[in-house]
């Protein structure tokens, strides 16, 4: 289904970020295509997806270092705003990727009925080869 498919493609990008030390607007636009690739055959017209890196300072808290948005109805959080990470997810010093996918489902049969459902995902990882993933 598009739900689990959403959870997919947060996990999918997610993964991605995770495995360098570094980043860019390039790199990240290059996952973004990669990523509309497992929304289809569904249209990614209103798709939309936010990665994040989010940093744990030495005093427990935690705030956006980067976030690079694309697609529908998304926005990049700001920099060096406050984001709250789930139970067991922080760790002071280190940064975790965050990747949140949007998805407008609109039923072709029935829409008069049901209307139109946004679907999200969300996943988290760690960086793989730094405490940190920088954004150039």
Avoid: C
Wanted: net charge neutral.
């Amino acid at each position: 289904s598009i739900n689990r498919r959403m959870a997919y493609t947060a996990t999918t990008a997610a993964d991605l970020v995770a495995q360098v030390s570094s980043t860019s607007n390039a790199d990240l636009a290059d996952i973004a295509l990669a990523i509309d690739e497992l929304v289809k055959p569904h249209s990614t017209a209103t798709f939309g997806m936010i990665i994040s890196s989010v940093y744990t300072d030495t005093s427990g808290n935690t705030k956006i270092d980067w976030s690079y948005a694309t697609g529908s109805g998304v926005t990049a959080h700001a920099t060096g705003g406050a984001f709250t990470l789930p139970a067991g997810l922080k760790e002071n010093g280190y940064s975790m990727v965050v990747v949140e996918t949007k998805y407008v489902f609109t039923p072709t049969v029935g829409l008069f009925l049901l209307g139109s459902h946004t679907m999200e995902g969300v996943a988290y990882a760690r960086p793989r080869l730094s405490s940190k993933i920088t954004k150039t």
